[in-house]
């Protein structure tokens, strides 16, 4: 199994200097053009342009919405050869805003289909009841034993709930093993739910390529069950799966949606999978034989990248989120059990994970 190499050697130098990347040609009929996403760590995505010789192109991961990230796309289309007219159709590898967003722009420029996979339509479809967000969220934040006065920070704000209203509703519901209609071009749908239950990766065997979105990253690991509303249940093992599936292309080169192009994806999978393993064991630690731990004190006993304390708003529901898939596949795998009480309250039962 190949050791992980950096293909995009420019862009992970833009990375490490806080630059934006260029615009490149990666190769055959495949450019990734960097959107600015300046409000968040990961700073930018990546959008890619895929074309097929006959003037059609797709646009995978459009990215964030901005006046910025509007024009950094016609640069970006222009240095290609192309129009905004050429784009047939628009994937969105999962619901997220600096992925999603600028679809509904792009889609109303070009006529483009949007394609997504329908568990995400049907999360983003949650947003347009407003009451019932706060309801879910409310139910979740006191099941995972939030105390009361963290509660205001952690709903989802009311902004953010008319912006989730405001994306791009899909045209084209994508299945695990469709193919995207881009005449010349074989790009299948892999379902690798995780990240988020719907997330899809787009492969392309004629070119040995992975579009690979949030699902693997090179560098950062990517939250697991950062749904912004409804169930999380089963997001580990589901994104466990989804390490395993990406692993019949074990050489192919990773286009990420972030950070910078590698090949070595098989290794970095099992990388990944060995992180959420030892976070798994942390949690199994931080229980120890006592009682009475909710998700919340769970998360708040483990490491994080960035203080607890310096966890707040969005963060600390990422954080919350994650430790909760993995409480739920400790309790799966008999590893830890829940108690009585009015929140989940955990026994540990076998030290190895
Ligand atoms: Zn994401
Ligand atoms: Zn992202």
Redesign the pocket.
């Known amino acids: 199994m190949d050791a992980m190499l950096i293909t995009g050697a420019v862009q992970k130098q833009a990375w490490m200097d806080r630059t934006m990347p260029p615009v490149e040609h990666v190769r055959g009929d495949i450019w990734s053009i960097p959107v600015d996403?300046s409000q968040a760590p990961?700073r930018y995505?990546f959008a890619y342009l895929v074309m097929n010789g006959a003037g059609q192109s797709l646009l995978i991961d459009p990215g964030f919405d901005s006046a910025r990230g509007r024009s950094q796309i016609a640069i970006g289309l222009e240095r290609a050869g192309m129009t905004i007219e050429s784009i047939v159709g628009i994937v969105s590898t999962?619901l997220?805003p600096?992925?999603l967003g600028m679809a509904e722009h792009i889609a109303g420029q070009s006529g483009a289909w949007i394609g997504m996979h329908p568990r995400e339509s049907a999360l983003l479809a949650l947003y347009d009841d407003e009451a019932s967000v706060t309801e879910v969220d409310q139910r979740w934040l006191e099941e995972i034993g939030v105390p009361p006065e963290r509660m205001g920070e952690l709903l989802t704000p009311p902004a953010t709930i008319r912006y989730m209203q405001g994306l791009a509703r899909t045209t084209l519901p994508l299945e695990d093993g469709d193919f995207l209609p881009l005449p010349g071009r074989s790009l299948r749908v892999v379902a690798t739910p995780g990240h988020t239950p719907g997330h899809v990766c787009i492969v392309d065997e004629d070119n040995e390529i992975v579009f690979s979105?949030?699902h693997i990253l090179p560098r950062i690991t990517?939250n697991v069950g950062l749904t912004s509303t409804g169930t999380r249940r089963g997001a580990l093992a589901q994104y466990y799966s989804s390490l395993d599936r990406m692993k019949q292309w074990p050489d192919f080169e990773v286009l990420p949606?972030?950070e910078y192009r590698f090949s070595g994806l098989a290794h970095r999978a099992d990388d990944l999978a060995r992180h959420h393993r030892e976070r798994a064991q942390e949690i199994v630690n931080a229980v120890g034989s006592s009682e009475g731990y909710s998700v919340y004190s769970i998360a708040q006993r483990i490491s994080w990248s960035r203080s607890w304390e310096s966890l707040h708003d969005v963060n600390l529901r990422a954080a919350l989120s994650e430790t909760e898939a993995h409480v739920d596949f400790l309790i799966d795998a008999g590893k830890l059990e829940i108690g009585g009480g009015e929140v989940m309250r955990l026994v540990r039962r076998h030290a190895a994970v």
């Open positions: 996403f990961v995505t999962h997220h600096d992925h979105g949030d990517s949606a972030h």
